[in-house]
């Protein structure tokens, strides 16, 4: 068994027959949207994707950018870089707000009529002079162009944002439709390392809309009710390993190699 990969470590499958509410996450949504194949797998049958590895660097950026947002959070003022962007907010501060970044518990939202609920770990979250909530997401990278948010494959950032937006507003509150991604650029324009990391700092406005999120929802549902796999994500490269894969296999599995003699590779 690899040491990185399980591929039944998914302990929390969904039971067409259970009556109790079954957890989607944010980022399970948008593994659907990639491939409902993949989603049902790991879902439904309990064999998830490999894991990626971890990005400790961005994972440190967060957290003293959640540190930082924090000092003027308990102050009740505004961030200087709110300042010199024009945002008409400052950090909101509520007692909920540490459960609603912890990862695999986030804010959440019980969804009725699929028995579904729904999930999303924020980053953070502002408030503004009309008492709306606006939804912040960090973004940490290291490129020579300007950061932007105009990729494809940032579509997913776009989601992830909407997603968060929803559950604010099916928790009751009033959310603004405007988020912001404060992204942070690490800069390799010096001329030696010496020791530290200096980065540019770019507070990005997206104007949300989740009236996607309602349907894909029910969709979600019915795809883990039905019995039959669905079909790959029309560019989904695990699916398309597996295919490959499979073309090139034997019929009959091979069988193992035996054990190679004591000392050959030493």
Not at 197 to 207: G, H, Q
Request: with cysteine; glycine share 6%.
């Amino acid at each position: 068994m690899s040491q990185y990969y399980n591929p039944k470590r998914s302990r929390n499958l969904f039971d067409p027959k259970s009556p109790k509410p079954f957890s989607i996450s944010r980022s399970k949504i948008d593994l659907f949207i990639e491939c409902p194949c993949c989603f049902y797998l790991d879902r439904r049958l309990g064999v998830g994707r490999p894991p990626g590895f971890p990005f400790n660097l961005n994972a440190a950026v967060d957290k003293l950018l959640k540190k930082e947002f924090d000092i003027h959070r308990a102050k009740g003022d505004i961030h200087p870089l709110m300042a010199q962007y024009g945002i008409d907010a400052i950090p909101y501060e509520h007692e909920d707000l540490d459960k609603w970044r912890e990862n695999f518990v986030g804010i959440q939202y019980l969804h009725a009529p699929t028995n579904l609920n729904i999930t999303g770990a924020i980053d953070d979250v502002w408030i503004n002079s009309k008492g709306e909530l606006i939804v912040v997401d960090y973004k940490a990278t290291s490129k020579d162009s300007e950061v932007n948010i105009d990729a494809q494959w940032q579509d997913g950032y776009k989601r992830q944002m909407e997603v968060y937006q929803w559950l604010f507003r099916a928790n009751g509150f009033k959310v603004s439709d405007t988020g912001y991604f404060v992204y942070v650029n690490g800069r390799t324009d010096k001329e030696a390392f010496d020791g530290k990391l200096e980065f540019d700092v770019k507070i990005i406005p997206y104007k949300g809309s989740d009236a996607w999120i309602e349907k894909v929802i029910k969709t979600i549902h019915k795809c883990l009710m039905d019995d039959r796999v669905p079909l790959p994500g029309r560019t989904c490269d695990y699916c398309a390993y597996r295919r490959s894969a499979l073309d090139v296999l034997p019929a009959k599995k091979p069988k193992a190699p035996k054990a190679p003699a004591k000392g050959l590779f030493e």
